[in-house]
């Protein structure tokens, strides 16, 4: 079956540490987005890359580096720039057909806490 | 740009009740709508769309929405309430002229009780 994995489910992070969240999907599709969830704050965009090798910034990406080197796999690393990094997190990605709109996948998220 | 509002935290409901959860959206060209579920430690999951046609949606797990251009609206709706329908819900908008994102309510949690 297709779908979007993300591994691990949970993760610790020591003070000063790097951490890569990891994010691929077999779906075949083109674009590909990282979230942040926050107890009572939503969704809010981290980065976002709609090709190959090419990825842009969302609201809220300082303290994050991504990469799509590609088109299957999209890794988030928590740097330790980040300086509130516990949170829940979700990738997700999208089709981007010539007409009409099909809207996210989501994987099941990785639970990053700091130590 | 794009932004959606989900008035209510949360939603008390008894089990068998109808169920609402309200979303109202803002863009500039053709409204693109998508309501999404999640249950605690999960992904979210798509319930229903709207891109065009008729006003009212039929979605996933008995749900449907109903698309309102005058009010910019796009309330979630369940004649019939379930314990299990419990949740975390997100109401989404794609504007058609800017791109493939998506804008995400602050989501409104739903408790059914029995």
């Known amino acids: 079956d297709g779908g979007i994995t993300q591994s691990p489910k949970y993760l610790f992070r020591k003070e000063g540490q790097n951490v890569t969240l990891s994010c691929e999907q077999n779906?075949?599709?083109?674009?590909m987005y990282w979230y942040r969830q926050d107890p009572g704050q939503g969704l809010r965009l981290i980065y976002y890359?709609?090709?190959?090798?090419?990825?842009q910034k969302g609201d809220i990406a300082e303290g994050y580096s991504v990469s799509r080197e590609k088109k299957e796999s999209f890794p988030l690393t928590v740097t330790s720039a980040q300086k509130n990094p516990t949170a829940f997190y979700l990738c997700?990605?999208?089709?981007?057909?010539?007409?009409?709109?099909?809207?996210?996948?989501f994987g099941s998220g990785t639970r990053l806490t700091v130590v | 740009a794009q932004s959606v509002a989900q008035p209510e935290d949360q939603v008390n409901v008894a089990e068998g009740n109808p169920l609402t959860v309200k979303c109202t959206y803002s863009?500039?060209?053709?409204?693109?709508l998508f309501w999404y579920v999640q249950y605690p430690n999960r992904g979210l999951q798509f319930l229903l769309k709207?891109?065009?046609?008729?006003?009212l949606v039929k979605g996933s797990y008995g749900f449907e929405a109903e698309f309102n251009k005058s009010q910019t609206s796009f309330h979630l709706k369940k004649p019939s309430a379930l314990v299990s329908d419990s949740a975390l819900y997100f109401c989404?908008?794609?504007?058609?002229?800017?791109?493939?994102?998506?804008?995400f309510g602050g989501g409104t949690r739903v408790l059914v009780k029995p």
């Open positions: 709207y891109i065009t046609g008729d006003n």
């Open positions: 779906l075949n599709h083109d674009a």
């Open positions: 997700a990605s999208s089709i981007t057909p010539a007409e009409g709109y099909y809207g996210y996948t």
């Open positions: 863009v500039s060209g053709n409204p693109y």
């Open positions: 890359s709609q090709i190959v090798n090419d990825f």
């Open positions: 989404a908008v794609r504007d058609g002229a800017a791109g493939n994102k998506l804008t």
